[in-house]
């Protein structure tokens, strides 16, 4: 038996091994094509694009170098626009993990509407954008929307509030619906993560004297440590490409008040047809998503080590 | 004082009764076992002990104290889980000391006090861990470590062993016997090994239907059980029930006769139906005198063959013999019973037993109202 063992050289792969790794290869072949279409190649070409002035309904221009990041480094578009992306990233993502927890706790517990409100929850989620945002924009109305009516009817405002045209009430408008749109991914997602913390561990911590407040914190909290993680990272992901709700709702006016990157990029192709400056835009909008993007894959390489 | 009374509980799910009438009366220091199948209202009673369940009705007293009302934090009681329940982001350490951190006990005090339960379980090279880089054993001993920090007056353990494997648990039951021997502390134990509740308890509470069957030492558990269940339930493999009945000085079974000694059993026996009861290790297989049998099967297990018998009437029953006894399975056999370890009960689904016992008060000692 060892005879014939050691007369294998080491470095050599047993043939059923390689007919494996060939039939792998084959298999995973029409995904890396799809995915090289799609991504790599509008990628690179976005890339290639940033580097050329070009008018968009023509798509011809002449190589101008380093110009459109220049420009995207030395005016103030860009960064105005990732101000305003991050301002809304945050303020929407807050709302979203507040309410999204809030309400999962909520509906953890044994309350007789439960699986009614469980599946109202996901309403916002499951409608369609423009719909949600049309909706709003009628609440939203400052000469018959119902939002200032209540209002002025609590006592709160005396004039009609002008939502969605005057700042910062349009930001507030955007993280609102923004808000209201997602947070029921957050409560799914922590629902789900509730459910298989085990009782033992809240009886444990009751025989161990702990209040409902302390169990929230040293039984819940930790154990939706590492969902939340998640979810916070793809919502950030999400939130700050975030376009058509933005554009449907304020185009991101007032002026550029609520212009986030997506929409900047969006103006700067099709609205001043410059898709050459607008490519290196969104260049430059994707290197700052590389720093959520290494966070997110550190946090699932973390999950599964 | 840390006894503990279990007053006329009574408790039900829904229309689900899990528990009737069940008066215990647990000594202080005692080390009691809640033995039965599952559904049989062990762990009921136990989480109601805790605080995790309430009764329907009834009262549960820890010395001289109604706890029914009491939050499980404020019964000064600590418990074991089957799954252990460690707190999974805590390191061992901070596992053992949230007890105490939860009543206000800080900085050394609650150092000193962590040191000592990890000494006394053998945990001080594992305080930094976490749960999930510790074997079952040493996650067992976390727990324990756990509920005896803050040293309360009675400790709960619920299936503690059973996710164990059995060399580490016949191992752990010897360390939980030496732990209750020297904490001296009252300690109810749910299991459902009868191996566990045999050796560790001082006083079991067979239990089945939401019925306490019987409360008293191993020793009565399994010489004097006071009915078919208790008797079936106790003992690889149980005592044996052959079905007959009473003809003056003899049982008979299918026809064949077996002597007894009608003064052993209580004055209103009666001729009639009844059930033989006796242990296999009571049969002696022979040839000739006997009630005859046919050896279905022997099945050495190293230290002694189990025999498995048919009777005339074509039930089985069981016998245990020494190993190296050989017997061909069809052969025809005459069984004889040791006279003294005949039990009689009444025929009926859970009959009572009916020998006249030295103490028979020791049979189910339960509150007299």
Not at chain 2, 184 to 191: E, I
Request: with cysteine.
């Amino acid at each position: 038996m060892t005879a014939i063992a050691t007369n294998i050289p080491k470095s050599a792969t047993p043939p059923l091994e390689r007919a494996y790794a060939r039939l792998g290869v084959l298999l995973i072949a029409p995904t890396i094509l799809v995915f090289s279409l799609v991504i790599v190649y509008p990628l690179l070409a976005a890339i290639y694009l940033s580097v050329f002035s070009i008018y968009t309904p023509t798509l011809q221009g002449g190589f101008v170098g380093a110009d459109n990041y220049i420009e995207l480094l030395t005016g103030k578009a860009f960064w105005n626009s990732l101000k305003v992306t991050l301002i809304w990233t945050v303020g929407t993502l807050t709302l979203q993990i507040v309410a999204g927890v809030g309400l999962a706790l909520l509906l953890h517990q044994n309350i007789w509407f439960r699986s009614l409100a469980r599946s109202l929850v996901l309403f916002p989620y499951f409608l369609s954008t423009v719909v949600a945002v049309l909706v709003w924009k009628w609440l939203f109305n400052d000469l018959y929307g119902a939002l200032n009516q209540g209002l002025m009817q609590l006592g709160i405002i005396d004039m009609p509030l002008d939502w969605l045209g005057s700042m910062p009430n349009a930001m507030i408008g955007v993280i609102l619906v923004g808000a209201w749109k997602f947070f029921p991914f957050v409560v799914i997602a922590v629902l789900a993560r509730l459910q298989t913390i085990p009782e033992n561990l809240y009886e444990a911590a009751r025989i161990d004297g702990a209040g409902p407040i302390a169990r929230f914190f040293d039984v819940t909290l930790p154990q939706l440590r590492s969902v939340l993680t998640v979810i916070i990272l793809l919502r950030a992901i999400w939130d700050f490409k975030e376009f058509d709700l933005l554009y449907l709702l304020t185009g991101g006016g007032p002026v550029t008040s609520t212009q986030t990157l997506s929409l900047l990029v969006y103006q700067e192709a099709f609205g001043l047809n410059q898709m050459g400056q607008a490519a290196a835009y969104s260049v430059g909008m994707m290197l700052v998503m590389l720093v959520f993007m290494v966070l997110y894959i550190r946090q699932t390489k973390e999950k599964n080590a | 004082m840390a006894n503990v009374t279990f007053r006329n509980v009574h408790k039900a799910f829904g229309t689900y009764v899990a528990l009737e009438n069940l008066d215990l009366d647990i000594r202080d220091g005692e080390f009691v076992a809640l033995l039965g199948p599952s559904g049989c209202g062990k762990s009921t009673t136990l989480r109601m002990l805790a605080g995790l369940d309430f009764p329907t009705r009834g009262e549960i007293l820890i010395g001289d104290r109604v706890v029914n009302d009491l939050a499980p934090g404020k019964r000064d009681i600590a418990m074991v889980f089957q799954s252990y329940a460690l707190y999974p982001h805590m390191t061992v350490g901070e596992n053992i000391g949230y007890p105490l951190k939860k009543r206000g006990i800080k900085g050394r005090a609650r150092e000193e006090a962590v040191q000592k339960a990890a000494a006394l379980l053998q945990l001080e090279p594992l305080l930094d861990r976490k749960p999930k880089q510790l074997s079952g054993g040493q996650q067992q001993r976390v727990a324990l470590g756990r509920a005896l920090v803050r040293e309360p007056q009675v400790f709960l353990l619920d299936e503690p062993l059973s996710n164990l494997d059995a060399k580490l648990r016949s191992y752990m039951r010897a360390e939980l016997i030496e732990l209750h021997r020297r904490l001296g502390k009252t300690m109810v134990y749910v299991t459902h090994d009868q191996l566990e509740a045999m050796t560790m308890a001082s006083r079991i509470a067979v239990m089945h239907a939401g019925l306490v069957q019987q409360f008293d030492t191993p020793d009565a558990i399994y010489n004097r059980p006071a009915n078919r269940f208790v008797a079936g339930f106790i003992g690889t493999p149980p005592m044996n029930q052959i079905e007959g009945a009473v003809d003056g000085g003899d049982f008979v079974v299918a026809g064949h006769r077996i002597p007894i000694d009608r003064t052993a059993f209580v004055d209103s026996l009666r001729d009639g139906p009844a059930v033989l009861g006796v242990r296999p290790e009571a049969i002696t297989i022979a040839t000739g005198e006997g009630l005859p049998a046919t050896v279905r099967l022997a099945e050495n297990t190293g230290h002694e063959t189990i025999v498995t018998l048919e009777l005339p009437d074509h039930s089985r029953i069981a016998a245990r013999v020494e190993a190296a006894r050989r017997l061909d399975v069809g052969h025809n056999v005459a069984l004889r019973f040791d006279p003294a370890a005949i039990h009689l009960f009444e025929a009926t689904e859970n009959g009572a037993r009916l020998n006249r016992d030295e103490t028979p008060a020791s049979v189910i000692p339960m509150r007299s109202k």
